[in-house]
C-alpha cells in the first residue's frame, strides 16, 4: 500500500499545533506490528508531501490510484478529496469523527470547515457524505447537515441501533458510489483509546467497535483511498494513539 506522510498543521489560531508530527509517529509504529488481524503480512511503499500547501497536497495526491495519507490535521482532506474526486466519477466519502466539520467557510480552509468547503465549492454532493460518531457539534453544523440532507450517524443513534445495524446502513449507502474515500479523525474514538488528538472528546467509539466498522468498510469493493488525522503526539499518553493509528493502517492494507 502508498502511504503518503502529510505534515500539516493549518489549524485555525494554530489549534492543531504539534499534529505535524504525526506521519512519523504513526510510520514509527507499524514497525510493532506483523500482521493484520485477517492474516496479512503488510507491504507499505512511503512517499511525503515536503513543505505541504493545498496545492502540492492536490499535486501529489492526483498522481496516487489507491493509497493511505498520514496527517496532519483534518484540512488536508480538502486537497486530498478535491483529487480524489477529479480522479473518479461520482465519489463518496464516509468520514469518522467527533465533529462535523461544517463551520463556515474560511480562506485558508481549516480542520473545522474543509467538509462544507468541499460541498460549496461542489466537489462532493451532499448525498455523498456519510458521517460517523459525532458527539459533538455546533448548532449550525447540525442545521447545515438537516439543510443538507446529509447522512449522519451520531454516538446515540449508534448506541441506540446498534452498531451491526448502523454499520449496514453505512454500507448500503456507500455501494451506491463509483469510488469511496474514508476519513479519519482519530477523535472518533473515545478519548479513553484515543487521547492524543487535537480535540479528545468522551463517549465516543472504543479502538474494538472502530475495527469493527473498519473491517466491514474494506470489504467494500470501491474503496480506494483513506486518510488518518489530527493524532498529536505531543499530547499521547504512553503513545497509546499512536499505536491505534499504526492498527489502522496495518488493517487497512
Given amino acids: 500500500m502508498r502511504i503518503i506522510k502529510i505534515p500539516v498543521s493549518a489549524g485555525w489560531l494554530k489549534k492543531t499545533t504539534g499534529v505535524e508530527q504525526g506521519p512519523d509517529k504513526i510510520v514509527k509504529h507499524l514497525e510493532d506490528f ?3 488481524e485477517t ?3 503488510p507491504v507499505y511503499s512511503f512517499d511525503e508531501v515536503e513543505a505541504p500547501t493545498q496545492k502540492t497536497i492536490f499535486e501529489k495526491i492526483k498522481a496516487q490510484n489507491e493509497f493511505i495519507a498520514l496527517g496532519g490535521d483534518h484540512s488536508l482532506t480538502y486537497p486530498c478529496f478535491q483529487a ?6 461520482n465519489p463518496g466519502i464516509i468520514v469518522f469523527d467527533a465533529h462535523p466539520d461544517l463551520m463556515e467557510t474560511t480562506d485558508p480552509i481549516n480542520h473545522e470547515n474543509y467538509l462544507r468547503a468541499l460541498i460549496e465549492h461542489d466537489i ?3 448525498q455523498n457524505i456519510i458521517l460517523v460518531s459525532i458527539r459533538n457539534s455546533d448548532p449550525d453544523e447540525i442545521k447545515f447537515l438537516k439543510d443538507n440532507k446529509i447522512k449522519y450517524f451520531p454516538m446515540s443513534v449508534i448506541a441506540d441501533e446498534g452498531i451491526e445495524t448502523v454499520c449496514d ?3 448500503s449507502a456507500a ?5 469511496l474515500y474514508l476519513s479519519i479523525d482519530l477523535d472518533a474514538m473515545d478519548a479513553a483509546f484515543a487521547p492524543g488528538v487535537t480535540y479528545p472528546e ?4 472504543t479502538s474494538r467497535e472502530f475495527l469493527y466498522f473498519l473491517h466491514r468498510i474494506k470489504k467494500l469493493k470501491n474503496l480506494k483511498a483513506a486518510d488518518i488525522v489530527e493524532l498529536n503526539p505531543d499530547k499521547d499518553i504512553n503513545n497509546i494513539t499512536a499505536l491505534l493509528a499504526a492498527k489502522i493502517v496495518v488493517e487497512l492494507c
Fill in 175 to 179: 455501494r451506491k458510489f463509483d469510488a
Fill in 169 to 171: 446502513a453505512i454500507m
Fill in 124 to 126: 462532493i454532493k451532499p
Fill in 39 to 41: 492474516g496479512v503480512l
Fill in 84 to 89: 480524489f474526486a477529479s480522479n473518479h466519477k
Fill in 34 to 36: 506483523w500482521f493484520s
Fill in 202 to 205: 468522551v463517549a465516543g467509539l
